[in-house]
T-cell receptor
Framework: KNEVEQSPQNLTAQEGEFITINCSYSVGISALHWLQQHPGGGIVSLFMLSSGKKKHGRLIATINIQEKHSSLHITASHPRDSAVYICAVGEGGADGLTFGKGTHLIIQP | DAGVIQSPRHEVTEMGQEVTLRCKPISGHNSLFWYRQTMMRGLELLIYFNNNVPIDDSGMPEDRFSAKMPNASFSTLKIQPSEPRDSAVYFC?????????????FGPGTRLLVL
């Protein structure tokens, strides 16, 4: 069973700062997902990636398959980015996702 | 598209009662996942269906939990009898392909409280 570790668990930053959240996993995967969970509880998929890098607006996700590591970056952070960011991995075939514990991000104005 | 629909959104019940959670996946998706989220354990996979067939139910806590998918547009997760430790948010998600290689779309969740 894959072990997914995220760091940091909690992060408080000022508006405009560059944010990095890290994720590592123990077993080879078919894809890694970054999810966002807002205070209201809804979960939204931000990225799914199996190699390289993806960018969407101010969000950038990278993955290093050899190192079994991924990072989520937020540029020019804004209070509306405050949420829990969850890393999850899929091992392909018949498996659902295995989740990290999440990073609770607060961006202060 | 309405997205993944779950009902009820909130459920409060007493220990020993039967609880049924419902999910309607996004039309055209052929994989459906049930997840549970608690403060202690975070998000966990309970069971996964592909083309209405249960593929992996190893995450189902015990025999009190059962899930069905009678057709491509409906799934249920039943707890009988319910216990206070079942209190959690239960999410249903769907995707277009099996496994972890496609984006999963999550429903709003059912917040269950067992007294």
């Amino acid at each position: 069973k894959n072990e997914v570790e995220q760091s940091p668990q909690n992060l408080t930053a000022q508006e405009g700062e560059f944010i990095t959240i890290n994720c590592s996993y123990s077993v080879g995967i078919s894809a890694l997902h970054w999810l966002q969970q807002h205070p209201g509880g809804g979960i939204v998929s931000l990225f799914m990636l199996s190699s390289g890098k993806k960018k969407h607006g101010r969000l950038i996700a990278t993955i290093n398959i050899q190192e079994k590591h991924s990072s989520l970056h937020i540029t020019a952070s804004h209070p509306r980015d405050s949420a829990v960011y969850i890393c999850a991995v899929g091992e392909g075939g018949a498996d659902g996702l295995t989740f990290g514990k999440g990073t609770h991000l607060i961006i202060q104005p | 598209d309405a997205g993944v629909i779950q009902s009820p959104r909130h459920e409060v019940t007493e220990m020993g009662q039967e609880v049924t959670l419902r999910c309607k996946p996004i039309s055209g998706h052929n994989s459906l996942f049930w997840y549970r989220q608690t403060m202690m354990r975070g998000l966990e996979l309970l069971i996964y269906f592909n083309n209405n067939v249960p593929i992996d139910d190893s995450g189902m806590p015990e025999d009190r939990f059962s899930a069905k998918m009678p057709n491509a547009s409906f799934s249920t997760l039943k707890i009988q009898p319910s216990e206070p430790r079942d209190s959690a948010v239960y999410f249903c998600a769907s995707s277009q392909l099996a496994g972890g290689g496609e984006t999963q779309y999550f429903g709003p969740g059912t917040r269950l409280l067992v007294l």
